[in-house]
């Protein structure tokens, strides 16, 4: 089994910053994808930023431009680096990976617990 620990959340003013980290750790053969999600009180949970099964980068429309995903593979780490916050940004957000528990298996999803982020206007 995986956790996934997710930190960096908090409190900050409109036009702020924030860097949320979340870390992988278990039984891990590989991890597919890793990625950030978000939900607001009364909303759908939705994308925010991924790395692909491929590598590539996947942003929602809400994080272009703002926000930015990067990682450290040998740490088994995924970072988001939330610039420019807005009151709408107000959310649990939510770490996500696809995991490969042995060769030949498919990817099995899973998901943190969520750290909460609130900007004030």
């Known amino acids: 089994q995986v956790h996934l620990k997710e930190s960096g959340g908090g409190f900050v003013q409109a036009g702020g910053s924030l860097r949320l980290s979340c870390v992988a750790s278990?039984?891990?053969?590989?991890?597919?994808?890793m990625g950030w999600y978000r939900q607001a009180p009364g909303k759908q949970r939705e994308l925010v930023a991924k790395?692909?099964?491929?590598?590539?980068?996947v942003y929602g429309d809400s994080a272009k431009g703002r926000f930015t995903i990067s990682r450290d593979n040998t740490k088994n780490t995924v970072y988001l680096q939330m610039n420019s916050l807005k009151p709408e940004d107000t959310a649990v957000y939510f770490c996500?990976?696809?995991?490969?528990?042995?060769?030949?298996?498919?990817?099995?999803?899973?998901w943190g617990q969520g750290t909460q982020v609130t900007v004030s206007s």
């Open positions: 996500n990976a696809g995991i490969q528990y042995g060769v030949g298996l498919d990817a099995f999803d899973e």
């Open positions: 278990g039984s891990i053969h590989s991890i597919k994808t």
């Open positions: 790395f692909s099964s491929g590598g590539s980068t």
